[in-house]
C-alpha cells in the first residue's frame, strides 16, 4: 500500500509547482545566478526524470520496491530539507489508514460510462482534479 | 468539510461551513489561492488592475488582515488563560531554544495562512486519487484488497497503523496495463 501511495503522490501529488527562494548571488550547478533572482525546482518534474524513474508517465507502484537513493531525492511531494511539509506524517498515516478502511468495508468499481477527461490535473493553485466528482459505485462486503 | 476540521485543529475554530456559514476568509482562500502560484512565478502579475488577479490581491489583503486578528485573538486568549490546545498556539508559545526568541507576529500569520492552504484539500485529493488509479486497475486493486481484507478481516474494527504500514511489499509484481488505453 506504501508503494502505492508513494506512486499516486509521484504522478498526481497536489503541490508539484515550486517554492520560491531568492538568489543569494551563487553558482547552481556551474551557473551563476545574480542575487535577488527567484529560483526554485518544481517537484513536477523532478518526479518525471526518465533517466531516474523509466517510463515516467506509467503508473507502477513496483518501482519503489527497491528504491535507488535518486528516486528517493526526486521524488518530492512534500518538498524536502529544514521546510519540509510540516503535515507529512499526517498525510501518509490519513492516506494509508483512509484506504485500507475504505476497501476493507467495500468493493469498489468505477460507475459505467465514468469520463476519464474529468481526472486530468488542473492548475487550481493545487493539482487537482478538473472535474469535480469521481463516480464509484461501491459495495459493503458482508 | 476539510476545512471546517483543519480549522479546528489549527484555530481551535471552526469555519463552519458545513453549516452553511458564509465564512469569508474561506472565500477568499479560495479566490487567492486559485492564482497565487501565478504570482509566484511571475510577480508583477499580481499587480494587474483587473480580472482575476485583481480579485486576488484583493483577497490577499482582506485575508491577511483576518490572519492577522486571529493571531491578535490568540495572543488575547493566552494571556486570559482560555487558549485551547491548536497549532496557532503551539506557535504563538514556541521559543527559540538557543536563542528564546519568539515567532514574529508576521512569522504566524504567514504560517496561518500557510496552514489553511496547505490542508485545503491537498490529502483528500490524493485519496480521490488512489481509489481512481486502483479503480481503473481491476487486477492491481483485487489483490491490495485480498491483502487488506486479509490484513483487516473484521470490518468493525478500524485498521492500525503499524499493521497496515507492513503492507508495503503486497503489489502485484506483474506488468502492469493501463486500462484507459
Given at each position: 500500500m506504501s508503494q502505492i501511495i508513494r506512486e499516486v503522490l509521484r504522478l498526481?501529488?497536489?503541490?508539484?509547482?515550486f517554492i520560491p527562494r531568492v538568489s543569494p548571488g551563487k553558482s547552481i550547478a556551474g551557473v551563476y545566478v545574480p542575487a535577488g533572482v527567484i529560483v526554485g525546482c518544481q517537484a513536477y518534474t523532478t518526479a518525471r526524470d526518465e533517466n531516474v524513474f523509466?517510463?515516467?508517465?506509467e503508473f507502477n507502484p513496483?518501482?519503489?520496491?527497491?528504491?535507488t537513493e535518486q528516486m528517493q531525492a526526486m521524488d518530492r511531494p512534500f518538498s524536502?530539507?529544514?521546510?519540509?511539509?510540516?503535515?507529512m506524517h499526517v498525510s501518509r498515516v490519513e492516506m494509508l489508514l483512509t484506504a485500507c478502511a475504505f476497501y476493507q468495508t467495500f468493493d469498489v468499481e468505477l460507475a459505467a460510462?465514468?469520463?476519464?477527461?474529468?481526472m486530468e490535473l488542473d492548475d487550481q493553485?493545487?493539482?487537482?482534479?478538473?472535474?469535480?466528482s469521481l463516480l464509484v459505485n461501491l459495495t459493503p462486503i458482508n | 468539510m476539510l476545512l471546517d476540521i483543519t480549522s479546528q485543529l489549527s484555530f481551535?475554530?471552526?469555519?463552519?461551513l458545513l453549516e452553511g456559514s458564509k465564512n469569508p476568509l474561506a472565500d477568499d482562500i479560495h479566490t487567492f489561492y486559485g492564482i497565487a502560484t501565478l504570482f509566484d512565478f511571475v510577480?508583477?502579475?499580481?499587480?494587474?488592475?483587473?480580472?482575476r488577479p485583481k480579485d486576488a490581491a484583493t483577497a490577499r489583503r482582506r485575508l491577511t488582515k483576518n490572519l492577522y486578528s486571529l493571531v491578535y485573538d490568540e495572543r488575547e486568549k493566552l494571556k486570559a488563560g482560555t487558549a485551547s490546545p491548536s497549532f496557532l498556539r503551539s506557535m504563538v508559545e514556541a521559543?527559540?531554544?538557543?536563542?528564546?526568541t519568539a515567532l514574529s507576529t508576521e512569522d504566524l500569520v504567514e504560517n496561518a495562512g500557510v496552514f489553511i492552504e496547505a490542508e485545503s484539500g491537498t490529502t483528500a485529493s490524493s485519496l480521490v486519487y488512489l481509489i481512481y488509479e486502483l479503480a481503473r486497475r481491476p487486477e492491481m486493486q483485487k489483490r491490495i484488497v485480498e491483502e487488506i481484507r486479509q490484513a483487516?478481516?473484521?470490518?468493525s474494527i478500524f485498521p492500525t497503523y503499524e499493521k497496515a504500514n507492513?503492507?508495503?511489499?503486497?503489489?502485484?509484481?506483474t506488468p502492469l496495463t493501463d486500462t484507459n488505453g
Open positions: 498526481r501529488g497536489p503541490l508539484s509547482t523509466p517510463d515516467p508517465l513496483d518501482r519503489w520496491e527497491n528504491p524536502s530539507g529544514p521546510r519540509v511539509c510540516i503535515g460510462g465514468f469520463r476519464h477527461e474529468g493553485g493545487f493539482m487537482m482534479a478538473k472535474g469535480e | 481551535s475554530k471552526s469555519f463552519d510577480p508583477w502579475t499580481q499587480y494587474i488592475p483587473f480580472g521559543r527559540d531554544k538557543e536563542t528564546g483487516f478481516p473484521d470490518p507492513k503492507l508495503v511489499r503486497l503489489v502485484p509484481s
